[in-house]
């Protein structure tokens, strides 16, 4: 079985600021996949990052960045110099190569960026 | 680019009626999933086809069915509708099984039951 927790329901900044959302993930399979997804009001899903378990390597791609840590079980997604156009819920998934690919997703964090 | 189609992209129903919900994966995409995404909750995996063939199968309801067809497409057939399952209904599609380039996310059927 597999989990995904996002202990942040909400978040608010200020825009400009730097805003990290955590996510933490439960599974005892090796071989794995995270990922993060945006779902502005507009209500569609937006691809933003897919990695697998065997890289480790942090990812920045323009403002936002992702550390990926296996020894806390964390993949946290942080946004850099925030834009009230990055106000949307975000999901944290994982997906197992042993249950058939689908996604599990976190309960997903409500970011919301003021002017 | 060419995207994940669905349609309709809403959809309003009476109690106990049927709907069909359409999706249409990314041209060379062989791998179709369905997820259901209730008011203010994450989405929940319901069924996924694999080269026309069901692949995995999740929390989906003997009510609703689904499959996909020799074009690819896939429907996702829902009959003795119920208030609850109102939801925004996603379907995604791979060119693997194991989301290399991401799943991609049509934008999704509004369905509400009445």
């Known amino acids: 079985a597999q989990k995904v927790t996002q202990a942040q329901t909400e978040i608010s900044v200020v825009e400009k600021e730097d805003v990290t959302l955590d996510c933490v993930y439960e599974t005892r399979d090796t071989t794995y996949y995270l990922f993060w997804y945006k779902q502005p009001p507009s209500g569609e899903l937006v691809f933003l990052i897919r990695r697998n378990s065997f890289d480790e390597q942090n990812e920045i791609s323009g403002r936002y960045s992702w550390n990926f840590q296996k020894s806390t079980s964390s993949f946290n997604f942080t946004i850099t110099a925030s834009q009230v156009v990055d106000s949307a819920v975000y999901f944290c998934a994982l997906s197992l190569e042993t249950s058939g690919s689908r996604l599990t997703f976190g309960e997903g964090t409500q970011l919301t960026v003021n002017p | 680019a060419a995207g994940v189609i669905q349609s309709p992209r809403h959809l309003i129903k009476e109690k106990r009626e049927t709907a069909t919900l359409k999706c249409y994966p990314i041209p060379r995409h062989d791998t179709v999933y369905w997820y259901q995404q209730g008011p203010g909750q994450d989405p929940q995996f319901l069924i996924s086809?694999?080269?026309?063939?069901?692949?995995d199968k999740g929390s989906i309801p003997d009510r609703f069915s689904a499959q996909q067809f020799s074009d690819y497409h896939s429907e996702l057939n829902m009959s003795s509708l119920e208030l609850g399952d109102s939801a925004l209904y996603f379907c995604a599609s791979s060119w693997d099984r194991w989301g290399g380039d991401g799943y991609t996310f049509g934008s999704g059927t509004r369905l509400t039951v009445v």
């Open positions: 086809f694999y080269e026309k063939m069901q692949s």
